[in-house]
């Protein structure tokens, strides 16, 4: 079992910038994916980015490609999603998942096992 724990939310405005973080505890192995997920009111939930815990590699969607990176921290097994540039758009509940299984990144949710509660980012214009 692998327990995450997303922070950093927040309310900003159109331009602005925000960090969201995710704590992974339990049983993480590096051979993880840990991706950041978003789920507008409405809407189904999509894939904003994800990366390769063993090897850094990255993959983004197309709509926040330029604006949002994704990292880690190995040593506090966290993962970091920074925010720039930000639209209304962008304004969702952003959950963090880890895939397990997967040798590569994908943007399928059904393929990560594990998600933290959420938090939300609201972007005003």
């Known amino acids: 079992q692998v327990q995450l724990v997303e922070s950093g939310g927040g309310s900003v405005q159109a331009g602005g910038s925000l960090r969201l973080s995710c704590a992974a505890s339990?049983?993480?192995?590096?051979?993880?994916?840990m991706g950041w997920f978003r789920q507008a009111p409405g809407k189904e939930r999509e894939f904003v980015a994800a990366?390769?815990?063993?090897?850094?590699?990255?993959r983004y969607a197309d709509s926040v490609k330029g604006r949002f990176t994704i990292s880690r921290d190995n040593a506090r097994v966290t993962v970091y999603l920074q925010m720039s540039t930000l639209k209304p758009g962008d304004t969702a509940v952003y959950y963090c998942?880890?895939?397990?299984?997967?040798?590569?990144?994908?943007?399928?949710?059904?393929?990560?096992?594990?998600w933290g509660q959420g938090t939300q980012v609201t972007v005003s214009s």
């Open positions: 339990g049983r993480f192995f590096s051979t993880y994916i």
């Open positions: 998942a880890v895939d397990r299984d997967s040798s590569s990144i994908g943007y399928s949710d059904y393929t990560y096992a594990y």
């Open positions: 990366i390769k815990w063993s090897t850094s590699n990255t």
